[in-house]
Nanobody
Framework: QVQLVESGGGLVQPGGSLRLSCAAS????????MGWYRQRPGKQRELVAD???????NYADSVKGRFTISRDNNNNTVYLQMNSLQPEDTADYYC???????????????WGQGTQVTVSS
């Protein structure tokens, strides 16, 4: 079975930075895409950024130029470097992995438990 464990959320002042990490472990054969969604208060969950295996990353327009996604394929880990944070970035951030799982011999999507990011002075 597969687990995604996130870390790195917290409280930061406007203009500050945070780095989120998400490590996938378990019965993984290959990870096709890793990424981050967020859910702001009162809003639907939205894609922040994702990074396909061996391809360029994709970003929501609202975070382009401020956030950078990267992944360590050797360690099945994805990172989200968030700079110039603004109050509207306040949300619960969820990582996900689109992967092929050994145990069920199928391609599935797994989610992390979520980490809270609060941008406030």
């Amino acid at each position: 079975q597969v687990q995604l464990v996130e870390s790195g959320g917290g409280l930061v002042q406007p203009g500050g930075s945070l780095r989120l990490s998400c490590a996938a472990s378990g019965s993984i054969f290959n990870i096709y895409v890793m990424g981050w969604y967020r859910q702001r208060p009162g809003k639907q969950r939205e894609l922040v950024a994702d990074i396909p295996q061996w391809r360029s990353a994709n970003y929501a327009d609202s975070v382009k130029g401020r956030f950078t996604i990267s992944r360590d394929n050797n360690n099945n880990t994805v990172y989200l470097q968030m700079n110039s944070l603004q109050p509207e970035d306040t949300a619960d951030y969820y990582c996900y992995a689109d992967l092929y799982e050994f145990y069920y011999s199928e391609r599935t999507i797994h989610w992390g438990q979520g980490t809270q990011v609060t941008v406030s002075s």
